[in-house]
């Protein structure tokens, strides 16, 4: 059959078949029209990088369901819309016209296709070449050397859990989150997250049951991660003295604590970015994880493309308190000789 034979076919279908109602979709508003300032400040990133996130994602979003007749760049600047101020989606809802619904659909087709790529946006540097560059992000700060990444959890809060699992989400502070694990470098890049431990579970058993133990394990590293003193020691992980007593213990403890600061930092500078993380997720627990991981991409892309975040509003850095634990039997005899005599060649 020739393609002039399916014109015939198509012919045959329009006699039969009544014509169907065309979809007529109202004129939403257009993000790109605002100020560059305005833009940056709901959106968090200027106008030509977050151009550079639709073109990223733009094939995923457009292979999954409809959008509505929404474009690709509307729903990429919704959703960040959301989660830059998280006011129950009703900032967003008012800004571009949507309902809740569609907001909740669109963040999770969203935060989908970011998702997609967090092998390429969040991953251990893996050459001797990268490792040596962020074992040297680290000596710079305060001469701390062989790290690697700074180590801790955060509790991201979620709307309370129902049925007998309930209990295990609520954490110390008495309300229910997710106790998410992260490990960053020196500039504050994620390079390795965990985020779908309940609440309650404590950070040493986190990274316990964690992939990136496993790798240290292994040898795959030429560093040491810094955490601190809920984590056990060991020879991939290095904790504070407890109770130093020595000039060099001391002087340890200081370059360690300024030195693993770096993920404090890096929590106070993504929830700083995105709010949600801040005042917590009314979305299901399936969707809390996503757009957890989704963040750590857009974090991880603003620190690459140099988004500052001078125009927001600090996020006071805050305790974990998971340190505040016994510690007895965490620390690894091994662990105690090689931290001794690192600090007894190093400081």
């Not at 833009?39 to 979003?61: C, E, G, N």
């Amino acid at each position: 059959m020739d393609y002039l034979q399916y014109f015939d076919i198509f012919d045959e279908i329009d006699r039969e078949e009544p014509p169907r109602k065309r979809k007529f979709y109202k004129k939403r508003f257009d993000p790109f029209t605002l100020e560059e300032k305005d833009f940056r400040m709901k959106y968090r990133f200027s106008k030509v990088y977050m151009r550079k996130i639709v073109k990223l994602v733009q094939r995923d979003i457009e292979l999954q369901a409809s959008g509505g007749g929404l474009s690709v760049e509307l729903q990429v600047c919704t959703a960040l819309r959301t989660w830059a101020r998280q006011e129950v989606q009703d900032d967003a809802a008012d800004i571009h016209g949507l309902s809740q619904q569609s907001i909740t659909n669109i963040c999770r087709r969203v935060a989908l296709a970011l998702a997609s790529k967090a092998a390429q946006f969040i991953r251990m540097p893996s050459t001797l070449g990268e490792q040596e560059q962020v074992v040297s992000g680290f000596r710079n700060i305060c001469g701390f050397k062989q790290v690697i990444g700074a180590i801790d959890c955060t509790h991201i809060k979620i709307k309370k859990v129902g049925g007998d699992s309930a209990q295990y989400y609520i954490n110390r502070k008495g309300f229910s989150s997710l106790n998410v694990q992260v490990v960053c470098d020196a500039q504050l890049k994620i390079r390795d997250i965990v985020a779908h431990w309940r609440g309650s579970t404590h950070d040493a058993r986190i990274f316990r049951e964690s992939q990136i133990r496993q790798r240290f394990e292994n040898g795959e590293f030429h560093g040491r991660l810094l955490g601190d003193s809920g984590y056990g020691l060991t020879n991939y992980l290095f904790t504070p003295v407890q109770n130093p007593r020595t000039a060099k213990e001391k002087s340890y403890n200081k370059s360690h604590i300024l030195t693993r600061n770096t993920i404090e930092r890096c929590f106070g500078v993504w929830k700083q970015r995105f709010r949600c993380l801040l005042l917590g997720f009314s979305v299901s627990l399936e969707n809390v994880k996503l757009y957890i991981v989704a963040l750590a991409i857009l974090h991880n892309i603003a620190i690459e493309m140099n988004e500052g975040i001078d125009f927001l509003e600090p996020v006071i850095s805050e305790d974990n308190g998971d340190q505040q634990v016994l510690r007895e039997g965490l620390d690894s005899r091994s662990g105690q000789e090689t931290r001794r005599l690192f600090i007894e060649t190093q400081f």
